[in-house]
């Protein structure tokens, strides 16, 4: 960033107006349908609390972990309680709670200097049977290849491109961190986002990008499932650390609409 240009507004800001402005994305609801009702629940980066006001809907404590001043102060209308730091920090860490059912990393990973490690330390705050959710942008999205086979790198405020993401993923290398980190693979789920030449399919049941058919919508989840490294926008996992239980197959049974 060169003197000339403007500071880059928080994460927590921009992730939270464009929930504000469109509603929760389908990771987030992947995420929200992967924690147990009544559940003690860690939200790290929990932003403006969005996650945490549906969670508490369904009996859950929540506690989040949030960096910025702002949005710490606006999650802690929907948290127990909510520690203002960064997760990566000695400091912080040594304040969070333990025994928890579940701990959230809902598009944070990465931004995270050390990944692997948080994830990591997150074990340790997990009571027997919990579990993490965590969900990553799949920057071999098709979008993305198409950009790098035009040569460029498009860096954007969110998204694939996201310009503070600090680390990028693949299905591979996203399924690699939850094994380096020291967990078993629940359960796995692809989000769906707009497929190749899908405009004609637009014009024929009068259907948008935004707001698809159910034919067009039905598509982008048989591609995603199909081929998740190429037509999956992000990675949905749900983990457990090894040796609490034995890992329940991958593409076995699903919540209806999903």
């Not at 959710?133 to 920057?139: A, E, G, K, Q, Y």
């Not at 014009?203 to 598509?219: I, K, M, Q």
């Amino acid at each position: 960033m060169t003197a000339d240009q403007p500071p880059h507004p928080p994460v927590a800001l921009v992730y939270g107006e464009l929930v504000a402005a469109y509603g929760l994305s389908d990771s987030h609801r992947l995420v929200l349908e992967a924690v147990p009702d009544g559940a003690r629940v860690l939200d790290v980066g929990c932003a403006s609390g969005y996650l945490a006001q549906r969670m508490k809907q369904h009996g859950c404590v929540v506690t989040g972990v949030e960096p910025d001043p702002e949005a710490a102060a606006a999650a802690r209308a929907h948290c127990a309680a909510v520690f203002e730091g960064d997760i990566e920090q000695p400091d912080t860490r040594a304040a969070l709670p333990g025994d928890q059912d579940a701990v959230v990393f809902a598009d944070v990973l990465e931004h995270l200097r050390d990944p692997l490690g948080t994830l990591t330390f997150a074990r340790t705050l997990l009571a027997p049977g919990g579990r993490a959710v965590i969900s990553l942008p799949n920057i071999a999205h098709w979008t993305g290849r198409r950009a790098l086979l035009r040569g460029r790198f498009p860096y954007a405020d969110h998204g694939l491109f996201d310009q503070t993401h600090l680390r990028f993923f693949t299905r591979a290398s996203a399924r690699a961190l939850a094994d380096d980190a020291g967990y078993s693979i629940l359960a796995e789920h692809p989000t769906t986002a707009p497929v190749p030449l899908e405009g004609p399919l637009h014009a024929r049941f009068g259907s948008t990008a935004e707001h698809p058919s159910a034919p067009v919508a039905a598509l982008r989840r048989r591609l995603s499932a199909r081929w998740p490294e190429l037509f999956a926008l992000q990675i949905v996992l749900t983990l457990r650390p090894r040796g609490n239980v034995a890992p329940e197959p991958i593409g076995g049974p699903r919540r209806p609409g999903n």
